[in-house]
């Protein structure tokens, strides 16, 4: 509390007075010092105007705290406000006393009764306040003012008086800097000017005591909160209810007040204020379920308000909810079961989050790549088992397991010009032509999952057998080879013997796997 804010006259007032002060220190005329009485008289109706101003405070103060049935923190209030007015008029009127006597002792006023008829003399003045000691007098009783408001008040006052080296304008100043409060305000200064900074003494005293009065106005009713705005609200049980079911609510008022700005904490963390509603979101999380899907949880809510009397005040409240379990649902062409090592792709919905759903995913036994769908991931197993963790927006969902199943192994079927070739019947030798051994993926699995269901015979050897020995013999690293030049060799009875050492399979990611077949022998009889 520095001292009060001033009004435009007051500081018109004090930046004269400032400048005809500069003006003394020049020796300067009487027409000078005459303006020292048109800024006494100008200060001194401020006086006036104040202290019916503080007055009037007092009064609404006793007004308040009558209205407000007599409380004892009001009624105590009010007696330090009766306090504080009569420690001001006892301070004012020590100061007007000092002005009379300065004046009746220096040869009284003019026949105006304004005017002081030695308007420049500065004996005494000197004379009381630096050699008598009174100056020193009236620092005392000017800064323990100060200290009495801000005991009253618990506020920081500011002093009233300073020496050179005490006042902000003058401590640097090094002609004034070693000066006392008396010699500062009083030395060689002409009487009308020692009466203008007296009485601008006593507009310091009355505008901190305005600002003291205003914080003890401020102090009736602190634990009151003042409701300026009240609002009907409705708390459901349930905001989405089932046709033919209960909508049930409970209805009530809410209020806040304007004038104050609260702060709002869940769980000991600020939340966005807005019009008095504070803004509550947080990811809803839980990890124990009861039997119905359902999981009971907590949060601490605080608000916290600074009254109108300054205390500073927090109302809490535990607030219970439930997490409910969400319900993740995975849509595939094989749910039950994926492949080892193939690119499985899932649709993973969570219905009860809407739109809010933001899906990411993790595995266990497999490798997890995002989908170009919300939703959509794609595993590829490792493991017999895989265990998949859904979340959403960085919180844990749940986690839904399969089992892996083997690729089937694919049919391995030759083929001469596009025909089968029957292991029963066999085949002519003038028929021998290119020889294709396909590689057939199982119905099912192709249907399932086609990009990993491209199979191609990649190594094997062919015979011509007879009897127990080999007439020729051609290694294959591809799927077909011409036997066209056995066709002259082969005779009835003979044989063709296939043994398929080597089968790949190429997956969703154009990566090719050896598929584990063993040696897979074909044999194909030659007719005459």
Known sequence: MAGGKETPRQKMIGMMYLVLTALLALQVSNTVLEKFIFINRSLENTVA??????SAVVARIQKQVDEQGNRKPDVAVLDKARQVRERTQKVISDLNALKAEIVQETGGFDEDQITPKNINDEEYLANQMIVKGRGEELKEMLNGYAQFLQQQTGARVDP????????????????????????LNFGSTPLVAGLATITQFETEVLMREQVALDELARSVGAQDVKFDKIVPMVRPEAKVVAAGTKYVADMFIAASSSSINPDMFVNG??????????????????????????????????IKVTLPGGKDTTYTNTIEYFVAKPVIQV????????????????????????????PSFSAEGAQA??????????????????????????????????????VPKPEIIPTDGGRELDQ?????????GRLVMRADADASFKEFLPNDANFRVTGYTVYLARGNRPVDQQKVSGPEVNLRQWAAKAKGGDRIVIEVNDVKRMNFKKEVLDVPMGTKTFTIPIND
Do not use: W
């Open 49 to 54: 105007e104040s202290n019916a101003g503080n």
């Open 160 to 183: 009233i008086a300073f020496s050179g080296s005490e006042h902000p304008m003058f401590a640097e100043n090094p002609n004034q800097k070693n000066k006392s409060f008396a010699e």
């Open 424 to 432: 029963k019947t066999g085949i002519k030798a003038s028929q021998l």
């Open 331 to 358: 849509q595939s062409a094989s749910v039950q079961a994926l492949y080892l090592q193939c690119g499985n792709e899932l649709n993973v919905q969570v219905p009860a989050l809407g739109t809010s759903y933001q």
């Open 369 to 406: 790549i995002e989908g170009n769908k919300r939703g959509v991931v794609v595993l590829v197993p490792n493991s017999k088992n895989v265990k998949l963790n859904v979340s959403s927006a960085g919180t844990y969902i749940g986690s839904e397991n399969f089992s892996v199943r083997l």
């Open 269 to 302: 963390k600020k939340v966005p204020v807005a019009d008095g509603f504070g803004k509550v979101e947080f990811p809803a999380t839980a990890s124990n379920y009861d039997a119905e899907g359902l999981s009971k949880q907590t949060y601490k809510a605080e």
